[in-house]
């Protein structure tokens, strides 16, 4: 299957502090990308769509001010969590749809960054 | 409507066993149904998925069956190893998969020497 990178995997920051990450698909373009937040033991939440060349698309309670989400290209998107506190501490994964397969439209995922934030 | 309901919650098999999970969905919209794996700490790989034209699919030890009418559609993980032991989860999309994954709670499986 197709490759999605995601960095970093880990990610410690004081509270007030921004913090970046990164997914990337590796070997296939992608022009939807999705985010989503995971708590421990828990399903994934989806947090927003982004989409390569216009503004992303968030869900309901999702604060677009805090999670700020660029696409530029069709095979990076980043999430940066503005002004991270304790409660932004999560698992992040993002998955990337594989554009025009035979088989249709599968979403790879990437392998997630755990922040925690002090 | 949104809603996918997955169960068991957690489920412990003997290996070479068969385990068995089942989701079922509300939104008729669907049409685009993936299984996911998921190590602690890692995200979702896929498993295998199936389109609504199909009553099953099967690769390797992996089977999807799928109920249109019922609105329901189940993993089948045969003679279970320990090393299947993880998350699954089932997913569904509509749009033949270009619009987000809403995805089933989760099942934790155990598979037990």
């Known amino acids: 299957g197709a490759v999605v990178s995601q960095h970093p995997s880990r990610v410690i920051c004081k509270s007030g502090t921004s913090v970046k990450i990164e997914c990337r698909s590796l070997?296939?373009?992608?022009?939807?990308m999705f985010w989503y937040r995971q708590f421990p033991k828990q399903s994934l939440m989806l947090m927003a769509t982004?989409?390569?060349?216009?503004?992303?698309?968030?869900e309901q309670g999702v604060e677009k001010d805090k999670f700020l989400i660029n696409h530029a290209s069709l095979t990076l998107s980043t999430l940066t969590v503005t002004s991270a506190h304790p409660e932004d501490s999560s698992f992040y994964i993002c998955?990337?749809?594989?554009?025009?397969?035979?088989?249709?439209?599968?979403?790879?995922f990437g392998a997630g960054t755990r922040l925690s934030v002090l | 409507q949104q809603q996918v309901k997955q169960s068991p919650q957690s489920l412990i098999v003997q290996k070479g066993g068969i385990s068995i999970i089942n989701c079922a969905y509300e939104n008729t919209a669907f049409d685009y149904f993936p299984w996911y794996q998921q190590f602690p700490g890692k995200g979702p790989a896929l498993l295998i998925a199936?389109?609504?034209?199909?009553s099953e699919k099967k690769e390797g030890r992996f089977t999807i069956s799928f109920n249109k009418s019922a609105k329901q559609f189940s993993l089948h993980i045969m003679d279970s190893q320990p090393g299947d032991s993880a998350t699954y989860f089932c997913a569904a999309s509509s749009d033949t998969g270009r619009r987000a994954l809403t995805f089933g709670s989760g099942t934790r499986l155990q598979v037990q020497p």
């Open positions: 199936i389109r609504p034209d199909v």
């Open positions: 070997d296939f373009q992608a022009t939807t």
């Open positions: 998955s990337a749809r594989e554009l025009q397969r035979e088989t249709g439209n599968i979403q790879y």
């Open positions: 982004s989409n390569e060349g216009s503004k992303a698309t968030y």
